[in-house]
């Protein structure tokens, strides 16, 4: 999977669902944002083609994933400058340190 640095681009996600458990044969509704920081996106081209690879890679592996389902619509790299308080108040960091692999 492709690396951006945490200073640069922050990873936001939103679960439609996250308050309910569903059925295993429905899915959960996921949207993903990479925000990068306006300046870094204004100066340095090469942090944006980063942070679209990535995006592309994790919405890839969550698409890959049995109960996921990201909308595709909605999700996206959006500059700090396109990215709104309200988007920031309905979306949760992506925290990597708190996902887990069953067996």
Not at 6 to 20: F, G, H, P, Q, Y
Not at 31 to 37: E, K, L
Not at 47 to 62: G, I
Request: contains cysteine.
């Amino acid at each position: 999977m492709s690396r951006v640095d945490n200073d640069e681009v922050e990873i936001r996600i939103a679960i439609l669902e996250k308050e309910l458990e569903l059925k295993e044969t429905e899915p959960y509704h996921v949207t993903v944002y990479y925000v990068v920081d306006q300046v870094e996106w204004d100066r340095d081209q090469s942090v944006r083609e980063s942070a679209y690879l990535s995006f592309a890679d994790l919405v890839s592996a969550l698409n890959a994933c049995a109960g996921v389902q990201v909308d595709a619509e909605l999700s996206g790299v959006k500059s700090g400058d396109q990215f709104s308080w309200q988007l920031t108040r309905s979306t949760d960091e992506w925290n990597f340190a708190n996902l887990s692999e069953f067996e």
